[in-house]
């Protein structure tokens, strides 16, 4: 079972590399963030014509989250509320699919320290927490995924010192990802690739791409049960390269 996510930075300007990408690369589950749509405007019949159940949590122009899967999808629950967009608008959306319960996540930015962007980003992350503290349990079959917005170690960025007093990069960002580590969730990627250089997201500007210049910001977590399965992962580098790209690669994990 393949289970990859994307931060596919606009759904609809990008559905055709998408869909291109779904038939190269066959994930069952594919986990999107900032799909930038409403829910009315998400593209469900060409997903379905490929395949793939689709659900998807947009607000128009900007975040969006969605779930296509082709393994069913089920015991979909919008927002931390199960409803409507958060107050930091339409990051969350969560689902059932082959017996795996599916969390796709697009964490705010911040922006830069010490500003209100910042301190709400760690306000969405203790939310999140508190959520799959009240949801779940350690020992179920359960993955987070998506743009979780934190490079969780210096060998997640290609230069350390670039990124002292940034965003991303930060002690208590770090330590909202660790505190998820600590709940119970496995860093599934860095479980076959502990290696440094590895990276989902490289700026636009300046040829960032090209000179290696990225984040590993994405990510894919597991529980104890998912991560004794998980018999690969990789990044897709290629998916990064070509006309009108997202600025993220997608990220896939196998399991047994």
């Known amino acids: ?17 998408v869909e291109e990408w779904l038939a190269l690369r066959t994930p069952d589950v594919l986990l999107m963030q900032e ?18 159940e689709l659900a998807h949590h947009g607000e128009g122009r900007w975040n969006g989250v969605a779930i296509a899967s082709r393994v069913g999808i089920a ?4 927002g931390f509320e199960g409803r409507g967009p958060d107050a930091e608008g339409a990051r969350f959306v969560a689902a059932t699919c082959g017996g795996i319960r599916l969390i796709s996540v697009y964490a705010p ?3 830069a320290l010490e500003t209100p962007f910042y301190a709400a980003k760690l306000d969405w992350f203790d939310r999140l927490i508190e959520w799959i503290a009240r ?16 490079a969780p170690g210096d060998a997640d960025v290609y230069d350390p010192l670039v990124y002292i007093g940034t965003t991303h990069t930060s002690a208590p960002e770090r330590h909202a990802f660790g505190e998820l580590i600590a709940w119970g969730l496995v860093d599934l990627y860095r479980l076959h690739h502990p290696e440094p250089g590895r990276f989902t997201w490289w700026d636009y500007r300046a040829g960032n ?28 580098r290629d998916a990064r390269k070509g006309k009108l790209p997202s600025d993220h690669a997608p990220m896939w994990i196998d399991l047994a």
């Open 135 to 150: 949801s779940a349990r350690p020992d179920d079959a359960l993955i987070l995924g998506g743009d979780l917005n934190v």
């Open 35 to 52: 799909t930038k749509l409403s829910d009315e405007a998400a593209p469900v019949l060409p997903f379905r014509m490929a395949g793939y």
């Open 1 to 17: 079972m393949r289970i990859a996510t994307w931060n596919v930075n606009s759904l609809k300007a990008r559905e055709g590399r």
């Open 209 to 236: 791409f090209h000179k290696g210049l990225g984040m590993r910001i994405d990510h894919l977590l597991g529980t104890q049960s998912i991560a004794e399965r998980c018999v690969g992962a990789e990044i897709d």
């Open 109 to 111: 930015n911040g922006r």
């Open 75 to 78: 015991d979909v629950s919008f």
